[in-house]
């Protein structure tokens, strides 16, 4: 019976309010990505109420007249029953109550969405303790407006055992939210620790040499991801198929190791909360060496998304690390001819960008090589000397240098090789330590 429920359609409406400021194309754009946001909900949109105006109503975001079309519609000519109402924007407590009283039907904001599709999406620890965070800030400055639109038996219910009724219970959870938030912040410190330990454990085995895919949400990482890795990670045609940032190394592997690491992709209007609390989530864009910016090609809307995506890059603290753009889903823009003059025109426009689809190999190639070629710009060439005694030190060289040539003679094996400095100079003082006096010497 729950697996029917569950599996059962939810229908929303839509309504925003297009202010003076805001372009027809940069209002129509919002619109479409509440509705794939909606879409990743589990909502079905089945109309989509607008209103322009000076300002919101104060009241209840809506004015009358608009308020009143919509609950006609839901009540007389939707031929469903609607589950929500979900606004473009994100609106105040007393607003939402009083549109709610007003429609007849549940009130969503756009945060309200967000939150719930990162409450549906977190899977690890730390995101999912992130994400409670933030939907705990949000509604425990509606907890007063719900008592209100519940009434006095609501009120009621709101408490907990024997503290009284009313306001009281309504404190009490306000009360304990902060507690709870509290708790949960404490946790991100400590996992925020242990992050750390790992990050220094992988630097000191030489191996972080970081790349992290940003960008805007649906714009293709996921399926980049996987082509420059190898690996299997979830793809999904959706707004935030996935919260938690995933790390690999790029494949076939290179010299210096390369680690590929996906984000949470951003969007405009992003919940204060969430850009605060996901901070530790884009951890790996803060460390990386290089950004990955990837950019759906095919999105008439994308100089919109790459200005979100700058814009929380400059929250974050990562607007200084270099990066590539990267505009991905070309083989999306129409027929060959199509795709072939709209690639033209972003080269023209961005230099130095690659444009390319991630599902095809040559493509991906070609962005690995530019990847592996950043890294290797500050490598250095150096022959090392293994003797015969300490063969166990092959692997290593192997592992952590770029093999140019190799020669042998009776002492040992000579290695020409190129490679990071650091790592280089480690092997090079190993190697002295281990080498006999006068071995090594070529003569």
């Known amino acids: 019976m729950n697996q029917a429920i569950k599996e059962s359609p939810r229908f929303a409406v839509v309504a925003s309010v297009q202010l003076p400021s805001v372009s027809d194309l940069e209002f129509e754009a919002s619109l479409n990505e509440l509705r ?49 109402i979900l606004v473009d924007h994100e609106i105040s407590p007393s607003q939402a109550r009083n549109l709610e009283i007003a429609v007849g039907c549940e009130v969503m904001d756009r945060a309200m969405v967000i939150l719930e599709i990162f409450h549906n999406n977190a899977r690890s620890r730390a995101a999912r303790a992130q994400v409670e965070i933030a939907r705990l800030g949000y509604m425990a400055p509606r907890l007063r407006e719900a008592a209100k639109l519940a009434g006095p038996q609501g009120r009621q219910r709101s408490g907990v055992g024997g503290r009284g009724a009313g306001e009281s219970h309504t404190e009490l959870d306000k009360r304990k939210i902060r507690d709870r938030i509290a708790e949960l912040q404490q946790e991100i410190i400590a996992m925020d620790a242990e992050r750390q330990t790992q990050r220094a454990r992988r630097q000191g085995r030489q191996e972080l040499s970081g790349v992290a895919l940003v960008g805007y949400t649906n714009a293709g990482k996921s399926t980049l991801m996987r082509a420059l890795t ?10 935030f198929a996935t919260l938690d940032t995933t790390v690999r190394a790029l494949f076939p592997e290179s010299v210096p190791r390369i680690l590929v690491s996906d984000t949470v992709g951003f969007i405009k209007n992003l919940p204060h909360g969430l850009v605060a609390s996901f901070k530790s989530t884009l951890d790996e864009a803060l460390d990386a060496s290089l950004l990955l910016h990837v950019i759906d090609a095919s999105d008439p809307g994308f100089d919109r998304q790459m200005e979100v995506t700058e814009q929380v890059l400059a929250e974050i603290a990562a607007d200084g690390v270099p990066r590539l753009r990267v505009f991905n889903k070309i083989d999306h823009v129409g027929d060959e001819a199509a795709q072939v003059a709209s690639a033209a025109a972003l080269r023209r426009r961005f230099p130095d960008c690659l444009v390319i689809s991630a599902r095809r190999p040559e493509d991906v190639a070609l962005l690995r090589q530019k990847i592996i070629a950043f890294f290797q710009r500050d490598l250095v060439t150096a022959e090392l000397f293994l003797p015969w005694s300490a063969q166990q030190l092959r692997k290593a060289i192997y592992a952590n240098c770029e093999i140019i040539d190799e020669r042998a003679d009776g002492d040992g094996a000579y290695f020409s090789v190129r490679g990071d400095p650091r790592v280089v100079d480690e092997l090079s003082g190993q190697l002295a330590r281990l080498s006999p006096p006068g071995a090594g010497s070529g003569d």
Not at 53 to 61: E, L, P
Not at 233 to 238: C, F, M
């Open 36 to 84: 794939e946001l909606a879409k990743t909900l589990g909502y079905r949109i089945v109309h989509t109420f607008t209103q322009k105006r000076g300002g919101f109503d104060s009241t209840a975001y809506l004015g009358s007249g608009k308020r009143q079309e919509i609950e006609h519609f839901i009540n007389h000519e939707a031929g469903v029953e609607i589950d929500a």
């Open 230 to 239: 190898g690996s299997e990670v979830l793809v999904a045609n959706q707004l």
